[in-house]
């Protein structure tokens, strides 16, 4: 499953790099290991934030949250289709796409990718959940 992550890694380079400003460009899901994996994979490492749009609790909520973001594009990864209604709250505009990734024995799982534009300074925050 980690080798896709590779092909994975190029796509979010050539997605990356068609933003106007490649510099403002975070990354987030709103999965786990989605979300640690592409602390690992995105370009430059960077950290990459987990999005809480009706999850359990986890350690990404203790930590910095992208708000100082505002302004910024960025883009969304998961491997189900994306509900549409958490991310447009967030951003001016959202573009979807489904990749096939692959690696060297073939196909690897399929992911939904948003290309979002123009953070609006907001993340989500619940007041309660289970840890």
Known sequence: RLMVWTDMSSKLQEL???????????????????????????????????ADFGRRKAQYDLWETPESKKGW?????????????PLKK??????VMEYQTTHSNGYGPKYYIAILKNYNGEWPKRDSGSY
Do not use: W
Request: aromatic share 16%.
């Open 73 to 85: 594009d960025a883009i969304f990864v998961r491997h189900k289709p994306i509900d549409l209604r």
């Open 90 to 95: 967030l951003f001016e505009s959202v573009d």
């Open 16 to 50: 990356t790099d068609t933003m106007p400003n490649p510099d403002k460009v975070f990354y987030f899901s709103d999965r786990y290991g989605v979300t640690a994996n592409l602390s690992f994979y995105a370009p430059k490492q960077p950290q990459a934030f987990c």
